[in-house]
């Protein structure tokens, strides 16, 4: 499984990105999705995360919680994160992770995926 994130830049505070993360796999629907993000001298913290089959099930930290949006293409084979509103804080690498899923579900640590992406940066300035 390869994963290939995109969509990062630099962004003043307020303004929106859309990442995308378009995975080489066969039955991506058989795959619970995620972002995550690590920003400098800090571990990487999980940001939203969206379940196999359908993504009628998404996950938000509370941080990020009304202002970005996860979703899932099943015919594109990728994945989404639209972020509004962005926050200097927000300022990080941000990751897609994929994990293989038999039940549908989503999950939210490092520790449960798989399959990560090579990164994107984004960053807000103030």
């Known amino acids: 499984v390869q994963l290939q994130a995109s969509g990062g830049g630099l962004v003043q505070a307020g303004g929106s990105l859309r990442l995308s993360c378009a995975a080489s796999?066969?039955?991506?629907?058989?795959?619970?999705l995620g972002w995550f993000r690590q920003a400098p001298g800090k571990g990487r913290e999980f940001v939203s995360g969206i379940n196999n089959k359908n993504g009628d099930r998404t996950y938000y930290e509370d941080s990020v919680k009304g202002r970005f949006t996860i979703s899932r293409d099943n015919f594109r084979n990728t994945v989404y994160l639209q972020m509004n509103n962005l926050k200097p804080e927000d300022t990080a690498v941000y990751y897609c992770?994929?994990?293989?899923?038999?039940?549908?579900?989503?999950?939210?640590?490092?520790?449960?995926?798989?399959?990560w992406g090579q990164g994107t940066q984004v960053t807000v300035s103030s």
């Open positions: 796999v066969r039955a991506f629907s058989d795959y619970a």
């Open positions: 992770a994929a994990k293989r899923s038999y039940s549908d579900t989503f999950y939210s640590t490092v520790y449960d995926y798989e399959y």
